[in-house]
């Protein structure tokens, strides 16, 4: 399952290139919801895509990359493997149910 999850700066999406802000509190909580109760492996992290801030506050929310690749015309690409403590907390029903209210 992957999931795209990205506030753009430009409001045409095959124009935008990166995103320029960091995600607010309710966009966290809800990341860090949906993230525990779906059954993801991990989060594949395109660097190039995110201010360096934001990269940082996905290391303090979800741990360091176990793996980083460069694919070439997308950038760097981290992935961040979700614990088994994470894992424990999967309820996909649950994970279904959620809404982001902005």
Same mark, same amino acid.
């Given at each position: !399952?992957?999931?795209?999850?990205? $506030?753009? #700066? ?5 124009? =935008? @290139? $990166? ?15 949906? +993230?525990?109760?779906?059954?993801? =492996? ?16 996905? +290391?303090?929310? +979800?741990?360091? #990359?176990?793996?980083? @690749? @460069? ?20 309820? !996909? ?10």
């Amino acid at each position: !399952m992957t999931l795209f999850f990205l $506030r753009l #700066p430009c409001p045409d999406i095959h124009k =935008a @290139t $990166r995103l320029k802000s960091c995600f607010n509190i309710k966009e966290w909580e809800f990341f860090t919801k949906f +993230y525990e109760l779906n059954d993801f =492996a991990g989060i594949n992290l395109y660097v190039d895509l995110l201010p360096q801030e934001c990269v940082g506050e996905f +290391y303090n929310h +979800y741990g360091t #990359p176990v793996i980083k @690749t @460069t694919i070439p015309n997308l950038g760097k690409i981290e992935f961040i493997q979700k614990t088994a403590e994470q894992r424990s907390k999967v309820n !996909m029903k649950l994970g279904r149910e959620l809404k982001l209210n902005p």
